[in-house]
């Protein structure tokens, strides 16, 4: 990893069922960082924290980060349909080498963004000084679970908790889910947007950077469901300034996810 | 860190220039199902083909799925004199019975600049299937046509055997306009079992995807497409200058297989 310096703010591990994988495991991401210069990653849970919850497997995160040296960081999924469960373990692995802060995925717990369900995680994520992430996305006529995770639902939440750093993953998706995504990124300076996953469209990353500040948006690669060098060449051979492809690459995710010292260093 | 951004950008762009891209997924006419794209019109294809680093590419139009295959041939026809350098467009194409109006792959001879042909077997209404479609495929092997099929569009075990029924036919799945992750398990499995399946790469993303298929397959078994204008082409692009395969297989991906194929096209 000689020379690696692009920290990935979006990443997973584990096997996802519901598609074959050739690569999905620790190793096979950190083969992959290797080749993209990418330093660090946050992982957003692996499959199994992210559909049963932290107390499945948190453990596991942390053992992860250690035999990875400090370069897989990673966050505590809050799992909605069993809250109490969720904040014990979490209170537990607030204070572990790598953990980064928490992971909230709406459409996977069937809990609405804006649900009370909510409130306990985000309080305790202010209380803690703590990035949030959420999977985001827009209205799909075919994948009807995005609908419990429209930007727009966070609203209040991001209101209430002015001190939480949220970040909106996927930046609302590819729908009209993207523009409330930008609009909350304008209106509230804890708002960030990852492009992690498939969001494809043409000239994202120019659109994005002319849309909200460049300290707002993060590269993510979503990682084993998209390969990290999809979202790479965009931004590397986007027509920006180098100092805002730095930003996007680096700077942004140690500074939302308060990675500092050592790990953050080039 | 600016001087390390600048140093791989830059490789990356040497590197782009060098394997001679040839996009197979350009597309003109307004985008339906993607909210957030603009329409690609004729005068802008020269300057969004050179943003993509293509030097050639196959050219289609909404309207052959939107409306219907002919208005969208004819649009194609229309926009023939601005076509770049060796780049061609992709018919639309029917079942060739009943027998509806051209212009039609199928019917006469095949307009020179024609190289590809689409079928959108769900949108237009009939099924993927020998005795709808056997008559057409036919057709196509004898002008040595490719044949492009969104995934969206068929279902597996009917492709399977139409691919098994004309071997002789080169059958490109192409990776929209959802996800082909969620498919990765029949695709590949059909990829093992039928040399003429082919697979386009604009949304061919899942994480090692290209060294797998590479690998299980062979590098000729991968033809590049942007999906562009409703996908940035530097997703694709980038995909295949980052994968851990040999620049000789990266050209092969990036534009020769295409190109022979296009090559062999008889009118």
Known sequence: MNGAFIVDAHAHIGLPGVFFSPQSCAEHLLTSMDRLSVRLAILGGDQTTIFEGPQAGIATLREVYEQSRGRLWYLGVFDARRPEDSLRVLNEAVGWPGFAGLKLHPSVHRTWADDPAYEQAWRFAADHDLAVLSHTWSISDYNPVQRYSTPERFEGYVRRFPQVRFVLGHAGGRGSGRHQAVRLARDYPNVFLDFAGDIYCYRLIETLAASVPAEKILFGSDFPWMDPAANLSRVLLADLDDRVKRKILVENALAVYRIRGAHAEH | ?267
Not at chain 2, 71 to 92: C, F, I, K
Not at chain 2, 151 to 172: C, T
Request: aromatic share 8%; charged share 20%; proline share 8%.
């Open chain 2, 1 to 267: 860190m600016e001087d390390s951004i600048r140093k791989m950008a830059e490789a990356r762009r040497q590197q782009a220039e060098a394997l001679g891209f040839c996009d197979a997924g350009i597309w003109l006419g307004p985008p339906v199902g993607f909210p957030l794209a603009e329409e690609l019109k004729p005068e802008q294809l020269q300057r969004a083909m050179r943003r993509g680093f293509a030097c050639g590419g196959l050219v289609s139009h909404w309207r052959g799925k939107t409306v219907s295959p002919q208005d969208g041939n004819l649009a194609l026809e229309a926009v023939r004199p601005q076509l770049p350098l060796d780049t061609y467009v992709a018919w639309t194409a029917l079942p060739l019975y009943p027998v509806e109006p051209g212009p039609l792959p199928g019917l006469g001879s095949l307009p020179e600049h024609v190289r590809g042909v689409r079928i959108f077997p769900r949108s237009h209404g009939y099924p993927l299937a020998d005795w709808m479609l056997g008559s057409l495929c036919e057709w196509l092997v004898g002008h040595c046509v490719p044949l492009f099929v969104w995934h969206v569009e068929l279902d597996w075990p009917s492709l399977r055997a139409l691919a098994r029924s004309f071997p002789g036919l080169s059958i490109v799945v192409e990776t929209q306009t959802q996800k082909i992750l969620y498919h990765s398990r029949p695709l590949f499995a059909l990829m093992r079992e039928c040399s003429n399946v082919l697979v386009e790469t604009s949304n061919f993303v899942g994480a090692g995807f290209l060294e797998y298929a590479v690998g299980q397959f062979g590098a000729q078994r991968l033809i590049f497409g942007s999906f562009q204008p409703m996908n940035d082409p530097l997703v694709s692009l980038g995909m295949i200058l980052d994968a851990d395969i040999s620049e000789a297989e990266k050209a092969m991906i990036a534009g020769a297989t295409l190109r022979a194929l296009m090559g062999k096209v008889r009118p």
